[in-house]
């Protein structure tokens, strides 16, 4: 795989027995140092002029191979916490392993926080830390819909498509604007796709990803590209390492 890619090995880290290379890591390589790129780095073209400050990226992602692998991952997650992971939960995983694999825009803690927006805006979960977090971790916090903690400063925003833009301008601290920001278009996965309960032959997932122009069109076309490739790699996203 990695000859196929044009990737030298002793450039990936390994998250298998002992630091083995997996499929995953050739595929979705972990996060490296500021400035430091492989030949594998894609870069995806935006798709519509600016937009409120914002690259715009319209995608889609075939979530067949994620609906595939959640059955047996499921009935686990249920038995330690009482729930079933939900896709909804993968995308959000994806999407902090996405912005944080180029950290050219991240604050000197790397500390980085997510605000879900669900049900049409209906309900909000605020995550702290988030990319220092498993899914295991990610998931409870969403189903416990923590309520937001004072001063909290949303770095990535999720929502679906009928979350009203004067929704979410309620939440966020007036003067701040978060990094990056994930619309799901159509009907929002965790509502009709859960893990385990329908059997899936196949699943599309439409959305649009935001990034802020504060960075080069080049950094958040990498940050796009790698959020899509994270999308079709499921089982990376369930390494406890970013």
Excluded at 136 to 147: G, M, N, W
Excluded at 169 to 187: D, H, K, Q, W, Y
Aim: proline share 5%; hydrophobic share 40%.
């Amino acid at each position: 795989m990695c000859s196929k890619m044009g990737i030298d090995p002793v450039t990936l880290r390994g998250h298998g027995p002992r630091g083995r290379i997996m499929a995953a890591d050739v595929t979705t390589p972990a996060p490296r140092s500021k400035g430091e790129t492989t030949k594998a780095d894609k870069i995806l073209g935006i798709t519509r002029p600016e937009k409120d400050g914002f690259h715009v990226f319209d995608d889609e992602a075939d979530m067949t191979a994620l609906a595939a692998i959640s059955m047996p991952i499921a009935v686990q997650c249920e038995k330690l916490m009482e729930k079933r992971y939900s896709l909804f939960d993968y995308i959000v995983r994806a999407v902090v392993r996405a912005c944080t694999s180029f950290p050219e825009w991240m604050d000197a803690d790397g500390n980085v926080n997510v605000l879900l927006f669900e049900e049409c805006g209906k309900k909000v979960a605020a995550i702290s830390n988030a990319a220092r977090k498993t899914i295991y971790k990610l998931s409870r916090e969403i189903a416990q819909s923590p309520t937001m903690p004072e001063g909290f400063t949303p770095h990535i925003i999720i929502c679906d498509t009928k979350t009203s833009r004067d929704r979410v301008a309620e939440i966020v601290a007036e003067g701040t604007r978060p990094a990056f920001a994930l619309v799901i278009r159509g009907n929002t996965p965790k509502e009709d796709i859960r893990a385990g309960y329908e059997a899936i032959s196949s699943f599309c997932l439409k959305y649009t990803f935001y990034a802020a122009s504060t960075m080069s069109q080049q950094v958040a076309g990498r940050v796009a590209a790698r959020l899509k490739s994270l999308l079709y790699n499921p089982v990376s996203l369930l390494l406890i390492q970013n």
